[in-house]
């Protein structure tokens, strides 16, 4: 049987469907195999300079996603599990690819969001990440 010892769940902050299926099954697969758990957010790329945005925008939505997922970690995982929170910047499956890699993650759990006719399997990140990770990928439909 494969242990998963790194498991990375990609979580969306403004969409509670994005995790609320996906986080117990990553929290039960990490207590079981004793692996580690690894939750991220991405936060968009940041947009071309507007006169109307702030100069610091792009820093202070890092900084508001790393808030928001602390406490989403503080309410929804067991503190003895110690999972890690990540806030990446850019186009969502991509990041989560590269994070996996550079953590050299063994499973991504990730919810599939309500798919449109072009997306009729999985919503698009999941398909893409699916596509494209280098290690196993869970889909919660």
Avoid at 24 to 42: E, F, M, N, R
Avoid at 85 to 106: C, F, M, N, W
Wanted: hydrophobic share 40%.
């Amino acid at each position: 049987m494969r242990r998963f010892e790194k498991i990375l769940l990609p979580v969306d902050l403004g969409e509670p469907s994005s995790w609320e299926e996906a986080l117990p099954t990553a929290v039960d697969q990490a207590q079981h195999s004793g692996g580690k758990l690894h939750i991220v957010t991405i936060v968009p790329d940041e947009p071309p300079q507007l006169a109307w945005l702030p100069e610091d925008y792009s820093s202070k939505m890092i900084a508001y996603a790393n808030t928001q997922l602390a406490k989403l970690i503080e309410t929804n995982v067991p503190e003895q599990m110690g999972a890690q929170p990540h806030v990446r910047q850019g186009t969502v499956y991509s990041e989560i690819v590269k994070l996996a890699r550079e953590l050299e993650i063994d499973l991504i759990v990730m919810a599939s969001q309500r798919p449109e006719l072009k997306d009729y399997l999985l919503g698009p990140n999941a398909a893409r990440v699916v596509r494209h990770a280098a290690c196993p990928v869970l889909v919660i439909r």
